[in-house]
């Protein structure tokens, strides 16, 4: 039998306050047993599970792995609004004046991620 992906674990200064963002911005929730202060915070979303620990080393260099999200609900500029209000900062903007391309923000410790078009925006070209 093959191995399953449990969680995805995002190493953190502050695993509560950023599990938080990451929660709001997925829809997600936080585990009921986690509090400020715990060295480590749980985010259970509809599609998958991160896990943020506490780290001591602070992140220096560009991430290796990073997330893509994929609006639902709303559009990718929508999207990109709303996460910034959230606390996400710009690192890229990519879009291009045909509609396509992606936006690539920082959380709240500097994590990069992205945000590509919804699935409604890619069907309509």
């Not at 060295?39 to 990073?66: I, S």
């Amino acid at each position: 039998m093959s191995s399953s992906i449990r969680h995805v674990t995002i190493d953190a200064a502050d695993p509560f306050v950023l599990a938080g963002f990451w929660a709001q911005a997925l829809d997600g929730s936080l585990a009921d047993d986690d509090f400020p202060g715990d060295p480590e915070a749980v985010v259970t979303t509809a599609a998958a599970t991160l896990l943020f620990v506490r780290v001591d080393d602070r992140k220096a260099m560009k991430n290796r792995v990073h997330l893509d999200l994929q609006p639902q609900d709303r559009t990718r500029d929508e999207e990109v609004e709303r996460l910034l209000s959230l606390g996400a900062t710009l690192q890229g903007d990519h879009r291009r004046p045909d509609g396509t391309g992606w936006v690539t923000l920082y959380d709240p410790e500097g994590n990069e991620f992205c945000v590509e078009r919804s699935a409604a925006e890619l069907a309509n070209g």
